[in-house]
């Protein structure tokens, strides 16, 4: 098997706790030297300033790589254009480029009329200002605002196209959907990598809320592991490391390599996925060398 890489998704918290449990979440998964760690943005461009600080703090206190997500949403070209330029003054050179959500009370997407409308705007955008190292997103189960699969990945190929490096999926939990998905972008000849998005289950429900958002299926043999453990968190935690496990573990034997991880944070199911992947860090591999 190829050696696995993975890289990780963090959030930019909103109150002193919620900053002190992502810096430990760093710090416990930064020895496993993912290629990089994604920080992402507010629907509504709310977070900017906090993804910045996350970013920023990133860049000096460690030696990972961040890839900030920009969006399109309520914002002009201009306003974009300099945060991206920013980015790169600073040392970033990893970018996750994505349409957005609508903000909070908004029915659907609507362009900014002087904005970029879709993601690979925002991706041919992002290349006059530097050579970025781009990743966008792409759906296994389709879009759920995109009118077909077929128009769905038409504007995968358009962002791939407009210079996006690779494409990280929506978090999905039936892996034939994602083999299927691969095939289908390999039949129609895009060679990009379709890295797959990995959500460690830490609440069931919350998680279910994360799925009908994004259209993501939940198999009924899923929600069945998960049975009875409302006020039983260890076994939910290993429940879901096991799940996941299995998961990733399925994907290697079809020649997947690459992984990315929804952390929601938290480090401790991530770590234990990566474990069982054989992503250890440099002292844990010197130990087994022993």
Same mark, same amino acid.
């Given at each position: 098997?190829? /050696?696995?890489?993975?890289?990780f998704?963090?959030?930019?918290? @909103?109150?002193?706790?919620?900053?002190? *449990?992502?810096?430990?979440?760093?710090?416990?998964l930064?020895?496993?030297?993912?290629?990089?760690?994604?920080?992402? =943005?507010?629907?509504?461009?709310?977070?900017?300033?906090?993804? #910045? @600080?996350?970013?920023?703090?990133?860049l000096?206190?460690?030696?990972? *790589?961040? +890839?900030?997500?920009?969006?399109?949403?309520?914002?002009?070209?201009?306003?974009?254009?300099?945060?991206?330029?920013a =980015?790169?003054?600073?040392?970033?050179? #990893?970018?996750?480029?994505?349409?957005?959500?609508?903000? +909070?009370?908004?029915?659907?997407?609507?362009?900014?009329?002087?904005?970029?409308?879709?993601?690979?705007?925002?991706?041919?955008?992002?290349?006059?200002?530097?050579?970025?190292?781009i990743s966008?997103? !792409? =759906?296994?189960?389709? #879009?759920?605002?995109?009118?077909?699969?077929?128009?769905?990945?038409?504007?995968?190929?358009?962002?791939?196209?407009a210079?996006?490096?690779?494409?990280?999926?929506?978090?999905?939990?039936d892996?034939?959907? =994602?083999?299927?998905?691969?095939?289908?972008?390999?039949?129609?000849?895009?060679? !990009?990598?379709?890295? /797959?998005?990995?959500?460690?289950?830490?609440r069931f429900?919350q998680?279910?809320?994360?799925?009908k958002?994004?259209?993501?299926?939940?198999?009924?043999?899923?929600?069945h592991?998960?049975?009875?453990?409302? &006020?039983?968190p260890? *076994?939910?935690?290993m429940i !879901?490391?096991?799940? +996941? %496990?299995?998961?990733v573990?399925?994907?290697?034997? #079809?020649?997947?390599? &690459?992984?990315?991880?929804?952390?929601?944070?938290?480090?401790?199911?991530?770590?234990? %996925?990566?474990?069982?992947?054989?992503?250890?860090?440099?002292?844990?591999r010197?130990?087994?060398? +022993?």
């Amino acid at each position: 098997m190829s /050696p696995v890489s993975v890289s990780f998704e963090f959030f930019p918290p @909103n109150d002193a706790e919620m900053e002190k *449990t992502l810096w430990a979440s760093i710090q416990r998964l930064a020895p496993l030297a993912p290629r990089f760690v994604s920080v992402t =943005y507010g629907a509504d461009g709310s977070t900017r300033e906090r993804t #910045h @600080n996350v970013v920023s703090r990133i860049l000096r206190e460690t030696p990972l *790589t961040p +890839a900030p997500h920009l969006t399109c949403v309520a914002a002009a070209r201009g306003e974009i254009l300099d945060v991206a330029r920013a =980015y790169w003054d600073a040392g970033v050179r #990893h970018v996750v480029a994505l349409r957005g959500d609508p903000p +909070a009370g908004q029915a659907g997407y609507v362009p900014h009329p002087e904005g970029f409308a879709y993601a690979e705007d925002l991706v041919r955008g992002l290349r006059s200002v530097g050579d970025f190292d781009i990743s966008v997103a !792409a =759906y296994p189960e389709v #879009h759920p605002e995109a009118p077909d699969a077929q128009f769905d990945l038409d504007k995968l190929r358009a962002k791939l196209d407009a210079g996006a490096s690779r494409a990280i999926t929506q978090f999905f939990f039936d892996t034939d959907c =994602y083999l299927r998905f691969r095939d289908r972008c390999a039949a129609a000849g895009i060679t !990009a990598g379709i890295v /797959p998005g990995i959500l460690p289950i830490t609440r069931f429900p919350q998680m279910l809320r994360f799925a009908k958002r994004c259209g993501a299926s939940v198999p009924e043999s899923l929600a069945h592991r998960f049975d009875g453990l409302d &006020d039983d968190p260890e *076994t939910r935690r290993m429940i !879901a490391a096991s799940f +996941a %496990i299995e998961q990733v573990r399925r994907l290697q034997q #079809h020649g997947v390599s &690459d992984f990315h991880f929804y952390t929601l944070n938290r480090a401790e199911l991530t770590y234990a %996925i990566c474990h069982a992947l054989g992503v250890r860090s440099p002292a844990a591999r010197a130990t087994a060398e +022993a």
